[in-house]
Each structure stands twice: as C-alpha cells, then as structure tokens.
C-alpha cells in the first residue's frame, strides 16, 4: 500500500507564497504520474497539477503561471510551489499518485488565503 504525507499548508495573506511537500512512502518510478488536487468547501475535487516520469506537466486553468509542480525521485517528494496566491486558492490540497491503474490520495492538507 503506497502511503502520501502532505505538508507545508497554511494561512497566508494574498499575494504571498507557500510550498507544499507531498512524501511518498517507498519509491517513485518513471511510469508513477504525480499530481496535487484540491477541494474547497463546498465544490469538487478539482485538478491543480500534474507531472509525468519524464517530466511534462499540467496544469489547471486557474493556476497557469503561478504554481509549478516538481518531483524528486530519489527523495519520493513531489512539491508544489504556489506563487502569487489568491483567496480563491483556498482549499485543502490533495497528493495523488497514479502508478498502472491504482490510484492513491493524501490525507490533505489546508491552504487558506486571507484578502
């Protein structure tokens, strides 16, 4: 069972920044397609970000060119650096790994934004 620890959520002023940290508990392989997620109140879980093995990423509409995802196979991390936030990016943020076609989740962890 593939287990994913997410960290570095918090309560920042808009305009600010944060940098989330997803540790994934054993190894992440070439074929593992990461991602970061995210549900506020009251709305569906909606896609953030993701990267593949070799790199290519994708991103939600709303958050092109203010957040960037990374990986760092040998350490299992996978981050999210979120730039330039918005009250809107309120929510709590979700880890996921996609690996064949088994599919975990984070427990999540909270962002607020404050105007």
């Known amino acids: 069972q593939v287990q994913l620890v997410e960290s570095g959520g918090g309560l920042v002023q808009a305009g600010g920044s944060l940098r989330l940290s997803c540790a994934v508990s054993?190894?992440?392989?070439?074929?593992?397609?990461m991602g970061w997620y995210r549900q506020a109140p009251g709305k569906e879980r909606e896609l953030v970000a993701t990267?593949?093995?070799?790199?290519?990423?994708n991103y939600g509409d709303s958050v092109k060119g203010r957040f960037t995802i990374s990986r760092e196979n040998a350490k299992s991390l996978v981050y999210l650096q979120m730039n330039s936030l918005k009250p809107d990016d309120t929510a709590v943020y979700y880890c996921?790994?996609?690996?064949?076609?088994?599919?975990?989740w984070g427990q999540g962890t909270q962002v607020t934004v404050s105007s």
């Open positions: 996921n790994i996609r690996r064949w076609s088994d599919s975990y």
């Open positions: 990267i593949t093995g070799g790199g290519s990423t």
């Open positions: 054993g190894s992440i392989f070439s074929i593992d397609v």
